[in-house]
């Protein structure tokens, strides 16, 4: 009789060799000793990761070509849910793992994993998935889960019960492109009965930023993305009153080992790429701000952590700010404005919104003018062409 692996450790992966070798590694170390598989969906990546996977002999590699050309016409890109579905259909393993290819795994991430589901499924409780408790390092601290729609535990690294992807039909490959559809996996999930817990001895380290066109291009779709996720749920687990996409959970855990240095060579020659750019982009961003009248009632459209940031290291402080919409819903990081719902610029009639996302500033911009009927000043603070914001290599 054959016998099947308990854990299948799928991923995805994308131009990213020398974080995907760490990712690999860490895996490895933490599987010794568990009967456990790993999956690796390659998206056609053209830095030699696709030739250094196919000869890792312990790994089952799945290309995908998702980007580029072929016979002279551009590749038909397919979504996030299809391609992670080509991993999950092929696994073998009762649960199956889920992680990221830039991430490492604290040691017995995995295996706590593991015997909370055993745990649980073994006491009769319907559990579908275990989030891990995860950080951006080096920017953030504190590692956490996230609830999303109706307050529900959803995974953004952790592990599933295979047998109940097979029962929800796996992952949607249509509705969207990115993001969200792991939030709406997990819904899927609690719809048809089963549970998302945590697992609170299980810790993941994701670098952030390590493919930065990679990183915008998906972030370019957030806004559109955002909607759909929104009317695929309505009246189910969305409603206007409760309407919190992703909820932060945190939590404070010393890895004794420092697991996530082992980022840092890798991570620190990427950033000493972009630091001459971050400079420029701040003084830009600087001058931009400077110039603004100190009388003129100022609100600030955009992500939290970006509006953070400019206030941390630009003369936006010196301003005067009537109030704040954060679309990522961080209303913690602002306890002396207000944080609003984007209607507040047409109760304010401000002189000047100041667009403090990264991303998406076009479709904010058509957002005021066309829905929200705004006929003041709107600034955009990004160009077109910055890779990241400058806050990440300052």
């Not at 604290?106 to 994993?113: E, L, S």
């Amino acid at each position: 009789m054959i016998n099947k692996p308990e854990v299948s450790v799928v991923l995805g992966s994308y131009n990213r060799l020398e974080f995907l070798k760490l990712t690999i590694e860490s895996v490895r170390k933490e599987i010794e000793g568990i009967n456990c598989e790993i999956i690796v969906v390659d998206g056609g990546s053209t830095d030699g990761a696709m030739e250094w996977l196919i000869k890792q002999k312990d790994i089952v590699t799945i290309i995908q070509h998702n980007n580029g050309e072929w016979l002279g016409k551009r590749i038909n890109k397919r979504s996030w849910g299809y391609f992670m579905n080509l991993g999950f259909k092929c696994a073998q393993g009762k649960y199956i793992c889920m992680i990221s290819d830039d991430c490492l795994i604290v040691p017995n991430a995995i295996k706590n994993g593991y015997a909370l589901f055993e745990k649980a499924i073994g006491n009769g409780e319907k559990v579908g998935a275990i989030a891990f408790y995860w950080r951006d390092w080096p920017i953030e601290n504190e590692y956490e889960v996230r609830l999303t729609l109706g307050e529900k535990m959803y995974v953004n690294h952790g592990m599933y019960l295979n047998e109940a992807l097979k029962q929800i039909s796996y992952a949607d490959e249509d509705t969207f492109e990115f993001y969200f559809a792991d939030g709406d996996l997990c819904l899927k999930m609690w719809q048809s009965g089963y549970k998302c817990i945590d697992s609170p001895d299980s810790y993941i380290e994701h670098c952030t930023h390590v493919n930065f066109k990679v990183k915008k291009s998906n972030n370019l779709r957030l806004y559109e993305e955002v909607e759909k996720y929104k009317k695929k749920w309505y009246g189910i687990y969305y409603d206007e009153k409760n309407n919190s996409i992703s909820t932060r959970i945190k939590k404070t855990y010393t890895d004794l080992q420092a697991i996530a240095e082992g980022f840092r060579p890798h991570y620190e020659r990427e950033i000493e790429k972009r630091k001459h750019e971050a400079q420029t982009q701040l003084s830009r961003i600087n001058r931009i701000i400077g110039v603004i009248d100190n009388n003129s009632n100022i609100v600030i459209y955009g992500a939290g952590v970006h509006t953070e940031m400019l206030f941390k290291h630009t003369c936006l402080k010196e301003k005067k700010i009537t109030g704040i919409v954060d679309m990522q819903k961080h209303g913690e990081l602002f306890d002396s404005f207000k944080v609003s719902e984007p209607k507040y610029i047409s109760e304010v009639i401000p002189d000047i919104v100041l667009i403090s996302s990264f991303s998406f500033q076009n479709q904010i911009g058509n957002h005021l003018c066309n829905d929200l009927r705004y006929k003041g000043q709107i600034i955009r603070l990004y160009k077109e062409d910055d890779a990241e914001p400058f806050y990440v290599h300052i």
